[in-house]
């Protein structure tokens, strides 16, 4: 499953079955491998936070489906549900980071659950902070910039691998111009080591990302693998 954010902030999930992997190294056209045509699953309005006419954007659940974080308006904002099947709550915001309210967007848990990422805006610029807990069941503590990944520019929306050794961002060098929005992958030994072989993402190679959102006629999938 693929989760996106349509244009009226509603979180849905797009489906497209087939059986070939996708990750992130090089680029290949899938011509052996058959996938049936992307459809939509059913779209359920998540009710407890929609909110019209407010920008509601970066949904991501925890590891285990019971959490929805997400940003308003530059607000990370957490709702909960019981179950995978019962209705996610309300929307409240994370305290660790209510301090930077209208600074915040890109809330990501990693898969253990004890570290998180986020990226806060300053002046002229926003930078990735990473928060870490002992525990599931305490708080996170003060973000902490992370300096291997700091630009000139914009940083935001890192995601990190489940074994906590590979992260992908977009660098964004000039908010004024959407062609200087790049992706990046850095990767680290260890949990507790730096990011380091920060590099371009295949997908910011010049022509690439036109090439693949104007592919040439044909029964072609353009993907990465790791």
Request: proline share 8%; with cysteine; net charge negative.
């Amino acid at each position: 499953t693929l989760e996106r954010t349509v244009a009226s902030y509603r979180p849905v999930i797009v489906v497209a079955l087939g059986g070939c992997r996708i990750g992130f190294d090089e680029l290949a056209r899938i011509e052996s491998c058959a996938w049936d045509p992307p459809v939509f699953a059913t779209e359920e309005r998540i009710d407890a936070i929609a909110e019209t006419g407010v920008n509601i954007g970066d949904p991501t659940l925890s590891a285990d489906g019971l959490t929805l974080f997400y940003h308003r308006e530059g607000t990370v904002l957490a709702a909960r549900r019981a179950s995978r099947t019962s209705p996610f709550g309300a929307g409240v915001p994370v305290p660790e980071l209510a301090p930077m309210a209208g600074q915040a967007s890109g809330f990501f848990v990693d898969a253990d659950g004890l570290t998180a990422f986020v990226s806060l805006e300053g002046t002229g610029d926003a930078d990735l902070f990473q928060l870490t807990r002992s525990t599931t069941d305490e708080p996170f503590g003060v973000p902490t910039k992370i300096a291997e990944l700091a630009s000139p520019g914009y940083e935001f929306n890192l995601r990190v691998l489940a074994d906590g050794l590979t992260a992908v961002f977009v660098r964004w060098l000039d908010n004024a111009d959407p062609m200087t929005a790049d992706s990046y992958v850095a990767q680290r030994p260890t949990r507790d080591a730096p990011w380091t072989n920060l590099a371009p993402t295949p997908f910011s190679t010049p022509g690439v990302v036109d090439a693949a959102a104007h592919p040439a006629k044909g029964p072609w999938l353009y993907f990465v693998t790791v």
